[in-house]
Nanobody, 127 residues
Framework: VQLVESGGGMVQAGGSLRLSCAAS????????MGWFRQAPEKEHEFVGR????????LYSDSVKGRFTISRDNAKNTLYLQMNSLKPEDTAVYFC?????????????????????WGQGTQVTVSS
């Protein structure tokens, strides 16, 4: 599975961006798809996840109510709608695919549990 993110950029605090993650190589039916972010000198931070077939979503507390994950089955594409952006949201954002998943939230948030990763897209939020 190849993943390519797009849609990053610079925005003022309070603004919005929508990130896309296009998957190719094979269908991602049956996968769980996650978004992570990494700020300079920090570890990958879980943002959210959606299970492709059921559409069940999980979000980190830091983005809940502001970010929304969705997917387009026909386009094999994942989205992250980010509203009410804050300077602390500044990071490189990655999408990732999890072939074998369960409904254990602790398993969902671990970056090590995702097999495929995109190259990342930079999001910068100015104050």
């Amino acid at each position: 599975v190849q993943l390519v993110e797009s849609g990053g950029g610079m925005v003022q605090a309070g603004g919005s961006l929508r990130l896309s993650c296009a998957a190719s190589g094979r269908t991602i039916d049956g996968y769980a798809m996650g978004w992570f972010r990494q700020a300079p000198e920090k570890e990958h931070e879980f943002v959210g996840r959606i299970t492709w077939n059921s559409g069940r979503t999980l979000y980190s507390d830091s983005v809940k109510g502001r970010f929304t994950i969705s997917r387009d089955n026909a386009k094999n594409t994942l989205y992250l709608q980010m509203n009410s952006l804050k300077p602390e949201d500044t990071a490189v954002y990655f999408c990732a695919a999890q072939r074998y998943y369960n409904n254990n939230d602790a398993y969902a948030v671990g970056a090590v549990n995702y097999e495929y990763w995109g190259q990342g897209t930079q999001v910068t939020v100015s104050s």
